[in-house]
Nanobody, 118 residues
Framework: QVQLVESGGGLVPAGGSLRLSCAASGRTFSSYYMGWFRQAPGKEREFVAGITWSGDRVRYADSVKGRATISRDNAKKTVYLQMNSLKPEDTAVYYC???????????WGQGTQVTVSS
């Protein structure tokens, strides 16, 4: 069973950058499609970015396109989310998640708080 632990969140000024990390345990991490989601207070959880198991294809929400980069290192069992030009509306708890193939996401981390001050 794969478990996910996010880190790298914090308080940053608008225009700043953060790199979130999601470390996985378990032997099958490289088989998982990985994604980042976020949930702001009072809002539904939303998709931010996703990456195939090989890293050859990525996808971004329109709200972060051009400002976010998702990547993974299967040897380190870690997926990253680099966020630049942060805006106050990026404030949320960020979660990494994993799924096998086209199944629903069934692996979730505990989340890491990102707060962007104006």
């Amino acid at each position: 069973q794969v478990q996910l632990v996010e880190s790298g969140g914090g308080l940053v000024p608008a225009g700043g950058s953060l790199r979130l990390s999601c470390a996985a345990s378990g032997r099958t991490f490289s088989s998982y499609y990985m994604g980042w989601f976020r949930q702001a207070p009072g809002k539904e959880r939303e998709f931010v970015a996703g990456i195939t198991w090989s890293g050859d294809r990525v996808r971004y929400a329109d709200s972060v396109k051009g400002r976010a980069t998702i990547s993974r290192d299967n040897a380190k069992k870690t997926v990253y989310l680099q966020m630049n030009s942060l805006k106050p509306e990026d404030t949320a708890v960020y979660y990494c998640a994993g799924r096998l193939g086209v199944a629903n996401y069934d692996l979730w981390g505990q989340g890491t708080q990102v707060t962007v001050s104006s």
